[in-house]
């Protein structure tokens, strides 16, 4: 068995099909773990989850924002959704694919590996157990029954993390940060307005992977959402967003060898 993780699919299931072929994927064998942001602006949104629902006992997630998007039109949250997202939502197996989505989780530690998968990243002032509890906050609740109140307490805004921070606001941030960080100050408050690649972005801002005030650890962090950087390894954190809905690639990396990108 090869476990595999894949960067942002975001609706481009030609290039996912192509990638699983170069990988020679056997959903009887291998397993993929998808770094979130499986839907919207590709155009295939509804046959990527189609796929990967029909192979899913091969397939887990990380929801991404667009994913958590897509719940949020499910939900009712939405009033006017991208076409892509609402012919997934208004197909007669649409309520499987939400479901499928749903139960997936927004944070990934493979402690064998030393490894932990997010869509955007893990706040640095969060230590693994600490992060796998707060990710476990927002991921319990689109679980169970009322997982639209859920949601409507859990996403929009971009909320900062801060300990201090109770209900609503608390699962906003711990849902901003695992989908939606890039920059932090040097304090770790949140940057909602820069996305460009590191060098364009205002003063006293720093990647969330890179904070100077951050000792290395020895877990590696997996993310996608940050298309600018593109593929890109440091010892603390891999990129596997390559932009593929922006005309770039679409990225592969073995669990083992994330050194070692595989791109379409
Ligand atoms: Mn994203």
């Known amino acids: 068995m090869t476990r595999y993780v ?32 499986l839907v919207n602006r590709g155009g295939q ?3 990527v989850l189609r796929y990967v629902v029909e192979h899913q006992h091969a397939f887990r997630a990380v929801l991404g924002n667009h994913d958590l998007h897509l719940l949020a039109h499910a939900a009712g949250l939405i ?11 208004d197909a007669p197996d649409g309520p499987v694919l939400i479901d499928w989505l749903r139960r997936q989780k927004l944070l990934k530690v493979f402690r064998k590996h030393n490894v932990l998968l997010a869509h955007a990243g893990v706040h640095p002032g969060w230590s693994v157990p600490m992060a796998e509890a707060l990710a476990n906050e927002v991921e319990k609740g689109l679980r169970g029954r009322n997982w639209g109140k859920h949601l409507a307490r859990s996403y929009g805004g971009k909320i900062g993390w801060d300990p201090s921070l109770e209900g609503s606001r608390r699962l906003k941030a711990i849902t901003a940060s695992l989908t939606r960080m890039r920059y932090l100050t040097a304090g770790g408050s949140f940057d909602s307005v820069n996305k460009g690649p590191p060098g364009t972005q205002g003063a006293d801002l720093f990647p969330w992977f890179s904070l100077p005030s951050v000792r290395p650890t020895r877990w590696r962090v ?6 600018t950087l ?9 990129c596997l ?3 593929c809905v922006w005309g770039g690639r679409l990225t592969a990396v ?9 791109q379409v």
């Open 6 to 37: 894949i960067g942002d699919v975001q609706g481009c299931f030609g290039p996912l099909m192509r990638l699983l072929k170069r990988l020679k994927f056997d959903p009887q064998r291998d397993r993929v773990w998808l770094a979130g942001d």
């Open 45 to 47: 949104s509804l046959e």
């Open 79 to 89: 009033e006017r959704p991208e076409k892509e997202l609402a012919r997934v939502v």
């Open 222 to 227: 997996l993310f996608g959402h940050w298309a």
């Open 230 to 238: 593109g593929y890109l390894a440091t010892p603390q954190a891999v």
């Open 241 to 243: 967003d390559s932009g």
């Open 254 to 262: 073995k669990l083992k060898q994330p050194d070692k990108p595989i």
